[in-house]
């Protein structure tokens, strides 16, 4: 796979929608088109970032088997919803397990009917992942797509950091594959949250409070939130009005025209998983939300 500089060739004739994969493996094929692998080129959150910024370089990840020319008008796609060509599947079964019309997965099997897997010593580390979840910041998009030396997403390179010392721990599938080829990060997967605990407590001092915010989250194994620059985990007070009188966000935040990290508050499994912060208002707190 091309790390985004380039959509997939899986060079098959036989073998390019996940459809030709659910006649024998229809439950796998069920869990896979709830996964948000299945919905990358549908997901919502993406077709309004691709609305602003078109580029082919988004789909080599979020539809690897498209196969338009860099010159193409990609305004055109994200409008268009009703096409059923194989790349608007996504990251379908083809784009990991298909490559010139063999199957490879993580053990060699011969007890398949239709075909043999082979095995792909990827499928056992991070390495197949790192292929659309760390990349730096694009240099040129034209002719061909070149990057600079900063990470842009840095979600492998985190969790290598983070467990480097726990051999065979620092798999992405250990916490995201909870069902067969169902992946799921936190859009496609609701439950998430469950083990995290969030407690506020409010001190009148006169006129003037004091909001505190405990927050226990289990150990993970990236940063919180990792990925796309414009995800953040925001902390809000209001007044009974409904106006924010505090906001803290958890984020990477970069400033664009050099590329220089202005800060990068996220939540770090490097530390302990709880924090504990206080804010000072001078109005009323009536409300709050995370």
Not at 159 to 166: D, G, K
């Amino acid at each position: 796979m091309s790390n985004g500089k380039s959509p997939l060739d899986i060079g098959s004739i036989r073998w390019n929608s996940s459809k030709d994969c659910e006649r024998c493996h229809k439950s796998i094929y069920q869990n896979h088109q709830k996964s948000a692998h299945a919905n990358s080129w549908k997901d919502p959150i993406f077709l309004v970032a691709f609305q602003k910024e078109p580029r082919q370089w988004c789909l080599n990840c979020h539809a690897p088997l498209h196969s338009f020319d860099s010159k193409f008008d990609f305004k055109t796609l994200s409008y268009d919803q009703s096409s059923n060509e194989i790349w608007t599947e996504g990251v379908n079964c083809a784009v990991c397990h298909v490559r010139g019309d063999k199957i490879f997965g993580k053990h060699t099997r011969n007890d398949i009917k239709d075909h043999q897997v082979l095995e792909d010593k990827s499928f056992s580390n991070n390495s197949l992942c790192k292929n659309c979840h760390q990349f730096n910041f694009p240099d040129k998009h034209f002719p061909k797509i070149e990057y600079t030396n900063v990470v842009m997403q840095g979600t492998g390179s985190e969790s290598e950091t983070i467990f480097s010392n726990l051999s065979g721990s620092n798999l992405c599938v250990n916490c995201h594959l909870k069902l067969d080829h169902q992946l799921n990060g936190t859009v496609f997967d609701f439950d998430w949250m469950e083990d995290w605990k969030v407690s506020v407590s409010t001190e009148g001092i006169g006129k003037e409070s004091i909001v505190n915010l405990i927050l226990k989250y289990p150990k993970m194994g990236h940063k919180f939130p990792t990925g796309d620059l414009f995800r953040s985990l925001v902390f809000r007070v209001y007044d009974r009005n409904q106006n924010i009188l505090v906001e803290d966000r958890f984020e990477k935040r970069m400033r664009i025209l050099d590329l220089y990290e202005v800060r990068d508050t996220r939540l770090s499994p490097y530390a302990n998983t709880e924090i504990s912060k206080s804010y000072w208002i001078k109005q009323d707190p009536f409300v709050c939300e995370l």
